[in-house]
């Protein structure tokens, strides 16, 4: 029954919060209420809230909010990254974290792929050309650069670095990586791999760069004025990461003066940019609003997995994808 199952608090169904086709599998497991009915009375909901839900960062989990909600256990994240998240700070409240790594990595590394791919090959200039009713003729503008044969960087072989450079392997790439600790031989011979030590080794050969870090202190800025004028001037710079891995600005400026040749982001610092952002407006630049996890298959796999995760927290079992401090 419905007045049996634990409270979970959500962002929102539809707009920035979940889709309505996975509200079900929420509802199996959990009574929800969406973060605006519940700041219209917190007193009457808090006590009884016992998880988080948290969907694109929301709702966010700051010590205003988390002080209403004595009897929470869990904050269950979306997605692998924790960025937003203070995880020192909720833990010592007692309450658990958990994200969802694994389930995102296909989606993911799919989304890199195509990011090069369109870049490389001008696929959204073509479709632009393809169907303005003033074409006549097709522009030679639209010549790209060759993908298969090419040198490809991958800087976080995780489990999504790894999965691109599966993908990667399909095109005849060569196949460059650069990682804080060395996959085994075993990993990097199934997908004709070489491990750099020196990210600048790999920055210097690599025909496209791939960004597949977490976010951290240590790589927050990683990719700045140093790193671009070390890359390829007919290079491509993807980032499926997170934005403030890449100093926008220095970007900005290489890809101005054709120190680089092109970017591909699917994230940015902030989402969306502000609309008179340069970015937005060269012409050498394909950004997509952050959407490398949506798919309607991933998007039920990370749900199931944030209930799975919340589910456990509440019985007081071990949490499948508990974040532990270091």
């Known amino acids: ?27 199996q497991h959990f009574n929800i209420i969406c973060l605006r009915d519940f700041l219209q009375n917190p007193q009457q909901h808090g006590p009884k809230i016992q ?28 997605g692998v990254g924790i960025d937003h998240l203070d995880v020192p700070y909720i833990t010592s409240l007692g309450v658990k974290v958990a994200n969802t790594p694994g389930v995102v ?10 990011l090069l791919l369109a870049s490389a090959r001008k696929i959204v200039e ?3 050309i393809a169907v303005d009713p003033k074409t006549t003729s097709i522009p030679q503008s639209l010549v790209g650069v060759e993908v298969t044969g090419s040198t490809l960087g991958i800087i976080g072989m995780g489990h999504i ?15 460059l990586y650069h990682n804080r600790h060395r996959r085994s031989v075993e990993d990097e011979q199934s997908v004709g791999a070489s491990y750099c030590e ?48 890449v100093d926008q600005d220095a970007l900005v400026k ?5 120190e680089i040749r092109a970017a591909a982001l699917d994230v940015t610092h902030p989402e969306p940019l502000p609309r008179d952002h340069p970015l937005l407006s060269l012409p050498n630049v394909l950004i997509t609003p952050h959407v490398g996890t949506y798919t309607y298959a991933t998007i039920k796999r990370t749900v199931q997995c944030m209930v799975d995760n919340a589910v456990a927290a509440v019985n007081g079992l071990p949490v499948p994808n508990e974040v532990k401090l270091k």
């Open 126 to 128: 073509g479709h632009q």
């Open 161 to 175: 670095g790894y999965k691109i450079a599966q993908r990667s392997k399909g095109f005849d790439m060569k196949i």
């Open 198 to 245: 020196n990210m600048d080794d790999l920055l210097r050969e690599a025909d496209f760069v791939v960004l597949v870090v977490n976010l951290s202190p240590e790589t927050k800025g990683l990719i700045s004025h140093r790193e671009l004028s070390l890359m390829k001037p007919t290079a491509t710079l993807v980032n499926v990461s997170r934005g403030l891995v």
């Open 1 to 27: 029954m419905a007045e049996d199952k634990p409270w979970a608090l959500i962002s929102e169904v539809g707009e920035q919060g979940f889709i309505e086709e996975v509200t079900d599998i929420i509802k």
């Open 51 to 78: 998880a988080i839900l948290m969907w694109n960062t929301f709702p966010a989990a700051e010590p205003s909010l988390l002080s209403s909600l004595p009897s929470l256990k869990v904050v269950a994240n979306g």
């Open 254 to 258: 290489a890809l101005q003066s054709g």
């Open 105 to 114: 990595s296909v989606a993911t590394a799919d989304m890199a792929m195509g």
